[in-house]
T-cell receptor, first 112, second 113 residues
Framework: GENVEQHPSTLSVQEGDSAVIKCTYS??????FPWYKQELGKRPQLIID?????GEKKDQRIAVTLNKTAKHFSLHITETQPEDSAVYFC???????????FGQGTTLQVKP | NAGVTQTPKFRILKIGQSMTLQCTQD?????MYWYRQDPGMGLKLIYY???????DKGEVPNGYNVSRSTTEDFPLRLELAAPSQTSVYFC????????????FGSGTQLSVL
């Protein structure tokens, strides 16, 4: 089955710096790659996603890049703010299996 | 629209007890899912359903059962609770044509002692 690896598991940055989180996957049939943000005690919230026919997508300070050949995709957060502190999860969806498989999560701490 | 509603929000069970986690959605979504999230970990798929009467196993189905008698409801059953089932459980749903876009419930925190 699909295997999703996410790195790093924790990330600490100064306010205003950039943060990058990377995920790799194994199933070449995967075609949808969302990123979720989860604040403490809350449900995961979709923050950005990308489909396999697109290489990059940006939404204000957040961007996602996809390299299908290498089977990895990354979340980029620029000009980080303390409210960006949360756990971020990547996920991979395959139309063949109909399942969304999650990475292990990255705890991002933005220090003021 | 309430979206995806889970009950209860918190529960403590003794080893060997059984319980049902309830999940209902009012968006007429065909697809429904149960995930568990252990502390500091990602979400693991327990079971999912593509429509009423159809269910299938996910990554970690052992110790759980599900049923889908209606489009709206997707209860998760724990028959013999074990400490390893201490976790936060999330129900989610998605609609036909956008099955990859999941809407999550607020979660059920379960402790088995």
């Amino acid at each position: 089955g699909e295997n999703v690896e996410q790195h790093p598991s924790t990330l600490s940055v100064q306010e205003g710096d950039s943060a990058v989180i990377k995920c790799t996957y194994s199933d070449s049939a995967s075609n949808y790659f969302p990123w979720y943000k989860q604040e403490l005690g809350k449900r995961p919230q979709l923050i950005i996603d990308i489909r396999s026919n697109v290489g990059e997508k940006k939404d204000q300070r957040i961007a996602v890049t996809l390299n299908k050949t290498a089977k990895h995709f990354s979340l980029h957060i620029t000009e980080t703010q303390p409210e960006d502190s949360a756990v971020y999860f990547c996920a991979v969806y395959s139309g063949n299996t109909g399942k969304l498989i999650f990475g292990q999560g990255t705890t991002l701490q933005v220090k003021p | 629209n309430a979206g995806v509603t889970q009950t209860p929000k918190f529960r403590i069970l003794k080893i060997g007890q059984s319980m049902t986690l309830q999940c209902t959605q009012d968006m007429n979504h065909n697809y429904m899912y149960w995930y568990r999230q252990d502390p500091g970990m990602g979400l693991k798929l327990i079971y999912y359903s593509v429509g009423a009467g159809i269910t299938d196993k996910g990554e970690v189905p052992n110790g759980y059962n599900v049923s889908r008698s209606t489009t709206e409801d997707f209860p998760l059953r724990l028959e013999l609770a074990a400490p390893s089932q201490t976790s936060v459980y999330f129900c989610a749903s998605s609609r036909w044509g956008q099955t990859e876009k999941l809407f999550f419930g607020s979660g059920t925190q379960l402790s088995v002692l």
